[in-house]
């Protein structure tokens, strides 16, 4: 059994900024990625920003240069610096990981709970 548990969601005004963070725990073996995706009232959930193993990380064009991710391996933990925040960054939030629970098995998704993020204009 893996648990993700997110904090930091929030309600700011357009130009603030958030930090939201994930502590992923249970059994597991090896993360392989984490990120953050987010879902937004009547929209497909999206990937936002996420990280491998190795440290490279990727993020969607639209919060490029105003969103940061970061983790820690050694604490299976990862965070997103939200800065600039601009009301279509409304959504919830999850975090996500892939991750395998011993060496024979394949890495599986696991998710948070999510978190709101409101960004009023």
Not at 65 to 74: E, H, M, V
Not at 82 to 93: F, G, I
């Amino acid at each position: 059994q893996v648990r993700l548990v997110e904090s930091g969601g929030g309600l700011v005004q357009a130009g603030e900024s958030l930090r939201l963070s994930c502590e992923a725990s249970g059994r597991i073996f090896r993360v392989n990625y984490m990120g953050w995706y987010r879902q937004a009232p009547g929209k497909q959930r999206e990937l936002v920003a996420g990280i491998s193993s190795g440290g490279s990380k990727n993020y969607q064009d639209s919060v490029k240069g105003r969103f940061t991710i970061s983790s820690d391996n050694a604490k299976n933990t990862v965070s997103l610096q939200m800065d600039s925040l601009k009301p279509e960054d409304t959504a919830v939030y999850y975090c996500n990981i892939k991750a395998t629970s011993s060496p024979l098995v394949k890495d599986r998704d696991y998710w948070g709970q999510g978190t709101q993020v409101t960004v009023s204009s």
